[in-house]
């Protein structure tokens, strides 16, 4: 970074509990209306207003409008970058009752990250993926002892993955299109802050996340970032992918090369 820069005004901004609630909530890529946004936040609709207003004018967050109605979104995905980072370097809220606690764990078996799969379906499917030869280019792996620009819970910078011809044509056949208009979808990767693995993201990752919710492989939560994979979701996924539920629920490769030329590819 060039010159000086006022980390501490953002600071300041994301200190406030209300305000720091509406950016995690929003931090799955979705727009959504101020009211529910104050319903999150546990504050009032005028509140709320004003909490908006200042994120807004921060740039931290953008609104639309449709109809009679604004919905806000994070403004980017090094927005969501900053929420996922500080996540990971605050302490974990305490369970307060048995709601809490699942809701913690859903989080860790499956969420969005901005606008991709994370958790250990996200680093499940990229390494069902890396096995498959449908990416090359890594191993799906952080290795913080040589890592240069890696981190956890942001974007990888280190490793140069590449969706294979044999990928192109195998991703296809599912339903995603890796040069939709001619253009290509970007292939990038973030180090998964809670399994400290690469998940799948960039274009090419938004488009497979799409894919899978356009088939109820996999269900939003009404709130947060959690997803729930439907039983034909993992039906799906172990026939299209190789990923399969392991004892715990949570997902997990087959084996090396298992599953990824089977049905649904």
């Known amino acids: 970074m060039d010159g000086d820069v006022d980390i501490a005004h953002v600071a300041a901004l994301l200190g406030e509990p209300s305000r720091a609630r509406m950016l995690l909530v929003l931090a799955d890529g979705r727009a959504l209306p101020a009211s529910v946004l104050a319903r999150e936040a546990g504050v009032a609709p005028s509140t709320a207003s004003e909490h908006l207003g200042r994120l807004v004018e921060a740039r931290l967050l953008g609104v639309e409008s449709w109809g009679r109605h604004r919905y806000y979104r994070l403004a980017g995905p090094e927005v969501a970058s900053a929420v996922e980072a500080l996540a990971r370097l605050a302490p974990i809220a305490s369970a307060r009752s048995l709601r809490g606690s699942d809701r913690l764990r859903a989080l860790r078996q ?25 990416l090359t280019g890594g191993d799906g792996c952080f290795h913080p002892e040589a890592s240069l620009r890696d981190r956890l819970s942001a974007p990888g910078r280190d ?9 192109e044509q195998r991703l296809r056949r599912f339903g995603v299109d890796a040069r939709p208009g001619g253009k290509t979808l970007a292939v990038r990767y973030c180090v998964d802050w809670s399994e400290q693995r690469h998940h799948l993201g960039g274009g090419l990752g938004a488009a497979l996340l799409s894919r899978l919710l356009a088939l109820d492989w996999v269900r939003r939560a009404p709130h947060g970032r959690a997803l729930t994979v439907t039983p034909d979701g993992w039906r799906g996924l172990e026939g299209a992918f190789g990923v399969r539920a392991g004892g715990d629920g949570g997902a997990e490769p087959v084996g090396a090369g298992a599953g990824v030329t089977r049905r649904g590819m």
Do not use: F, K, P
Request: aromatic share 6%; hydrophobic share 40%; proline share 0%.
């Open 110 to 134: 499956a969420r969005t990250c901005y606008d991709h799969l994370a958790g250990r379906l996200g680093v499940a499917l990229m390494e069902s993926l890396l096995r498959g030869d449908l």
């Open 159 to 167: 490793v140069d993955y590449r969706l294979t011809a044999d990928g």
